[in-house]
């Protein structure tokens, strides 16, 4: 039976290789998670404005968010709940550019995020700026890399002036300090010919790079989880996690049960 089932969904899978495989490379990073993608009017074809960036150098073309203010709190579990960005000190009225060319997906109050300016950009990564005083862009508008969106502001769950920065691939968040040396104000070597946030992060793990990642690649069932608080907790979706571990959504866990997370 279980040999027929995969037979069937091999059979599937060749199907949708061939009608799809001429024109387009299908990646597990190509794939958006819906449920997490921010889908506006007119967005694609917005983005389809800007040229095209080769995958490979796309994270070396971000500006170092948060103009050389010093970070006040890092991306990482922060007193019992996890802190999915890097904090800037920053001075009532500051002006926050862009870090990248993209599409205004949001730019409205957000829950604990005060004043929120989230930005759509090629390779399914979004920036998120955050406990802004004032917009200086709307959701729709396209946005130039260095343009200015908001002014700093200590908005929504905010102690003091700074902007709280997220970067996100796919809905999922991925520490900043990945990407940008903010001492230094440039971009990591690492992040260098890097095509994705994931990427970039399975070639710094190795390494044994210190910094949290919101992601961990496999995650042990504690008590009280489900797939609905799981999937709450990292960002994701209930049908990723069943696709990523081949159970169904209304799956039993057990307590220690090792779940894929990417
Ligand atoms: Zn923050």
């Known amino acids: 039976m279980i040999v027929k089932r995969v037979g069937i969904f091999c059979l599937l899978l060749l199907a949708v290789s061939v009608a799809f495989g001429q024109s387009k ?16 009017e007119g967005f694609t074809a917005a983005l389809d404005s800007f040229p095209r960036s080769a995958q490979k150098g796309y994270l070396e073309q971000f500006l170092v968010p948060g103009n050389d203010g010093y970070i006040i709190s890092r991306f990482g579990p922060r007193s019992g709940r996890m802190h999915y960005g890097t904090d800037i000190k920053m001075y009532k009225g500051d002006t926050v550019v862009a870090t990248q060319s993209g599409v205004i997906a949001r730019a409205n109050w957000g829950h604990g995020f005060g004043r929120l300016v989230v930005i759509q950009h090629r390779n399914n990564i979004e920036t998120y700026y955050a406990h802004l005083t004032k917009f200086l862009k709307e959701k729709g508008d396209t946005v ?8 700093a502001g200590s908005t929504g769950r905010a102690r003091g002036v700074h902007l709280h920065f997220e970067m996100r691939e796919n809905g999922k968040p991925f520490d900043p300090e990945l990407v940008f040396d903010f001492k230094e104000e440039k971009i990591r070597d690492d992040a260098f010919n890097t095509e994705s946030l994931m990427a ?6 190795p390494k044994g790079y210190s910094t949290n990642v919101a992601v961990p690649e496999y995650y042990k069932v504690r008590s009280g989880d489900s797939l609905w608080v799981i999937s709450r907790k990292f960002k994701t979706s209930i049908t990723e996690l069943c696709r990523l571990n081949n159970i169904a959504e209304n799956a039993v866990l057990q307590i220690g049960q090792p779940l894929r997370m990417y």
């Open 25 to 40: 490379m299908v990646t597990a990073l190509d794939v958006p998670n819906i449920e997490q993608t921010i889908n506006i």
């Open 144 to 151: 130039e890399k260095g343009e200015p969106i908001g002014l």
């Open 200 to 205: 970039l992060h399975k070639k710094l793990k």
